[in-house]
């Protein structure tokens, strides 16, 4: 009897799933650091996951950039550990190389002094974005080459995720590079800051909540329209009520991730998308 990958990848995810949310944070193996070079001559740190059971044959590679020091975030980290651990090989990157050690750590970053710090961050950098973006792009490309050379990865199955200001850059990135072959745009904001061309992007899942403070909602409507005006394949989910991150924020002191449904919800959909634009 022949079982097809995708029948057994949805056999792996069914089983598996319940088993791996149930593990608490502290006890889970995360990613490895590493330090990808940039054309500049510096390096871009970041954090690289693979498949923790090992990998058969050659795996898509995603590429998840997030917003200033997130890199470091514990939230951004667990699930890069997860998506890793559903088949796919993830490397996690602030695009804009912001210096780690002006950076709050990964479990004080929201909340006070935290946060004000993150926001001061956040303004530096949307400053240097005003003025140009090609060095934001080139973090991309560097992490997306990072990818490509390691021996697990299929190197043309590459995915960019972007949450918050990065999922602009992921949109036109993606117009530049034909190994990327799917999209996900986490609650991003202001489409035509980033320019990119909707005939020219490859499939996009869109996440936003309808409570967002940070981006407003709008962003996402539109960028869905103009997508679906241009023929693009594009999958759209907006949650009521829900602020930004809310695909990944938990607090780690109260709460464990997957007992607030709707990270769990995002995650599944997100894990579909990729397998169904992904494993053929």
């Given at each position: ?101 002006l950076t709050p750590g ?43 050379s390691t021996p697990i ?128």
């Amino acid at each position: 009897m022949h079982f097809s990958p995708r029948f057994a990848f949805a056999v792996w995810f069914l089983f598996l799933f319940p088993a791996a949310t149930a593990t608490p944070a502290d006890a889970l193996d995360l990613g490895r650091r590493v330090e990808i070079p940039l054309s500049t001559g510096s390096l871009l740190p970041a954090y690289y996951f693979f498949p923790s059971n090992g990998v058969r044959r050659p795996v898509p590679g995603v590429v998840v950039g997030v917003g200033v020091g997130g890199q470091k975030f514990i939230q951004y980290q667990l699930h890069c550990r997860w998506l890793a651990d559903r088949g796919f090989a993830v490397v996690l990157i602030d695009p804009s190389n912001y210096p780690e050690a002006l950076t709050p750590g990964p479990y004080t970053w929201d909340r006070f002094p935290g946060v004000l710090w993150a926001d001061a961050n956040q303004i530096v950098v949307g400053a240097k974005l005003f003025i140009g973006l090609e060095w934001y792009l080139e973090a991309i490309r560097a992490a997306v080459n990072f990818l490509c050379s390691t021996p697990i990865v299929d190197s043309t199955r590459i995915v960019i995720s972007g949450f918050s200001q990065p999922a602009n850059a992921a949109l036109t990135y993606a117009c530049r590079d034909p190994r990327v072959k799917a999209v996900v745009w986490n609650y991003g904001g202001w489409p035509w800051i980033m320019p990119y061309d909707p005939q020219r992007v490859p499939p996009v899942l869109i996440f936003h909540g309808t409570e967002d403070k940070v981006y407003d909602v709008k962003y996402a409507l539109e960028l869905e329209a103009n997508l679906r005006a241009a023929g693009r394949d594009c999958e759209a989910y907006i949650y009521p009520g829900q602020d930004h991150m809310f695909t990944v924020y938990f607090d780690p002191r109260t709460e464990e991730p997957f007992e607030k449904p709707v990270i769990r919800d995002s995650f599944e959909r997100l894990v579909s998308f990729l397998y169904r634009k992904l494993y053929y």
